[in-house]
């Protein structure tokens, strides 16, 4: 049995006829009477009554009728979220963003993407990039941007952003503020202010003053961006930011300058897990974002 079965059995039910239920739906005559026949023998009842004037139907086709009907449309609300699916009109993509990407190219791509697919549902996460790459192992998130990723992974499959430079961030009344650029050993007195251990970020930092020769002197850790400047803004210590986070202060409650290590940034990149199933929509942002990502560079980028 196959849905068209069910449907050429509910034709004639309404028709009446077989000529006309042929009629109807484009078939012949003889096509939808074997295909009646063949589903009588599989159900091993008499669907219809058959006169030289019309056909009925039994107690039987009375009983199936409406199964069929329920069957019949519900086939037909699957075939059409699948043809949803695949035009791309609807589905859903779950992804990892870490707050310290602001507001960004990907972003933007985003915003552009969701115009041209309004029927298309974004869940947006705010993990660190720890925390991004455990919930896209775990299928917990279809794609998420990470920090400092490797350049070629058996997990991922990735694109790459640009690197972005660290600079320092300090109270416009900072010592620090007078000089041009700053020297990584310049950093062992301070106090510094660190997103927590979850985001790479933080493991960047420490290992790169440990090269120094020095532990650096971490006095408060978080996942908030606001609350890291904050914490800046009233003196309470420096941080490190990639260059086109720190663009956006303006200069009165805090000041950023440059290391004078310009090769030491912030490596973003998107993800996701090889080899696992991507939906329609998730392929089709990848595409969209391959194909959009590449904007000119206004300061508001990763």
């Known amino acids: 049995m196959d849905i068209y079965h069910l449907e050429y059995f509910m034709e004639v039910a309404r028709q009446k006829s077989f000529s006309k239920a042929a009629d109807a739906i484009h078939i012949s005559q003889p096509s939808i009477s074997k295909a009646i026949r063949d589903l009588e023998r599989q159900l091993g009842v008499k669907l219809f009554y058959r006169s030289n004037r019309h056909v009925e139907l039994t107690d ?3 009983a199936i009728l409406e199964q069929a009907q329920q069957i019949v449309s519900s086939f037909s609300a699957i075939t059409a979220r699948l043809d949803g699916l695949t035009k791309l009109q609807t589905g859903k993509i779950n992804i990892g963003l870490p707050p310290i990407t602001g507001v960004t190219t990907f972003a933007r791509v985003l915003g552009d993407f969701k115009k041209e697919y309004p029927k298309i549902t974004m869940n947006l996460y705010e ?8 919930a896209i192992q775990e299928g917990l998130i279809d794609i998420g941007i990470i920090c400092a990723p490797p350049e070629e992974s058996v997990i991922y499959e990735m694109i790459f952003f640009p690197v972005d430079p660290l600079w320092v961030i300090m109270h416009p009344e900072h010592r620090l503020s007078t000089v041009q650029s700053i020297d990584y050993r310049e950093l062992e007195p301070e106090q510094l202010i660190s997103y927590s251990n979850d985001f790479s970020l933080h493991d960047i930092v420490i290992n790169r003053c440990r090269q120094e020769g020095f532990q650096p002197r971490i006095v408060f850790e978080t ?3 606001e609350l890291m400047t904050q914490l800046v803004a009233a003196s309470i210590g420096i941080a490190l930011l990639p260059s086109k986070v720190c663009r956006k202060f303006d200069g009165q409650a805090i000041v950023s300058r440059p290391l004078q290590d310009q090769t030491l940034g912030i490596r973003l990149a ?3 897990k090889k080899g696992r199933y991507l939906s329609h929509a998730v392929r089709e942002l990848l595409s969209f974002f391959n194909t959009n ?9 990763i």
């Not at 993990?127 to 455990?134: A, H, L, P, T, V």
Request: aromatic share 12%; net charge negative; hydrophobic share 25%.
């Open 60 to 62: 039987a086709g009375e």
């Open 127 to 134: 993990y660190g990039s720890k925390k991004i790459e455990q």
């Open 223 to 225: 996942s908030q961006l």
């Open 270 to 272: 998107l993800c996701w």
């Open 293 to 301: 990502y590449n904007l000119p560079d206004d300061g508001s980028g």
